[in-house]
């Protein structure tokens, strides 16, 4: 059982799970465990599961998706009807008015929808998996002189179940830099997994660049495959100037996450985001809503 904190109603809810028995048992149980390890993991598995749902076959999955989780499509950009596979639908984009993006350029705006740690005067060394499981920058990035900017900072770590908007987005003006990929496994970012994996998020396959931002200096943008998750397209030019709110990429089918991290002095999280990931909750957030401010 997954609690996430409402910030509207400051309330805990429930996560409904896609896949919730699947993704316990291929991580808590002896043989699932097995499994995952021998093949689920494996980029094979995520390929071949895309591929179906790249297929029209995949279609009829739509409605009883749709239906199953209670996914709003008034805000979608087409209808059910119009799409022409399962991931068509997962990668659907969202009508001009679904996310509206604040004009306040000393405020910092979420990068998606999700599911949202925060934690400040990071450690690069330590940072926070889960409660007990750490991981460091340098291994996320592959890269020590990078991460050695960032000592002290901020990092935001967004993760985007199967429900999800799927796309993710830059939160300020300026200018992404070069993308680097990473290869690795596909375990699932799902908390039922994180608890179990060590270093998961530095074991899966993952893309990195970092942002020259106008208003809160030098962001590392990482994104993180998972399982399923075959692809990470990325819709933004390097070096290539790029407006607050613009699409940088999107995942296809599965959960996936998007990792901020932000230099030392360069922003200030909202105080009840940093409550509840102190207290281990994510908050549930959506694109454009404000979550903190520059200092």
Request: net charge positive.
């Amino acid at each position: 059982m997954i609690r996430i904190y409402n910030r509207k109603s400051k309330k805990y809810e429930i996560e409904k799970v896609a896949g919730e028995n699947y993704i316990k048992w291929s991580y808590e149980s002896p043989i699932g465990k097995g499994f995952t390890e021998l093949l689920v993991k494996k980029k094979i598995f995520s390929r071949l599961y895309g591929a179906f749902c790249d297929s029209p076959l995949s279609k009829k999955k739509i409605k009883k998706f749709i239906d199953g989780f209670n996914i709003d499509m008034d805000i979608s950009m087409n209808s059910i009807d119009s799409f022409s596979s399962f991931n068509d639908f997962f990668i659907r984009t969202l009508k001009a008015d679904a996310r509206p993006i604040p004009r306040d350029n000393n405020l910092l705006m979420s990068p998606g929808d999700g599911r949202l740690f925060a934690y400040e005067n990071i450690s690069i060394d330590k940072l926070i998996q889960v409660k007990g499981i750490n991981y460091s920058l340098e291994e996320l990035l592959a890269n020590k002189d990078i991460a050695k900017k960032y000592e002290g900072g901020t990092c935001l770590v967004l993760r985007l179940c199967p429900t999800d908007y799927h796309r993710f987005h830059f939160v300020d003006n300026g200018i992404p830099l070069e993308n680097h990929f990473i290869k690795g496994n596909y375990y699932s970012v799902n908390p039922v997994a994180l608890e179990r994996i060590p270093k998961l998020y530095c074991q899966n396959k993952r893309e990195w660049c970092e942002f020259k931002s106008e208003n809160f200096g030098d962001i590392l943008h990482i994104e993180v495959g998972a399982t399923c998750v075959g692809t990470i397209i990325q819709s933004y030019k390097e070096n290539k100037k790029v407006s607050r709110g613009e699409e940088k990429g999107y995942f296809k089918f599965g959960g996936s996450t998007t990792i901020l991290v932000f230099e030392k002095d360069a922003i200030e999280i909202d105080k009840d985001i940093v409550e509840q990931s102190n207290l281990g909750y994510e908050s549930m957030v959506l694109l454009g809503e404000v979550i903190g401010k520059k200092k």
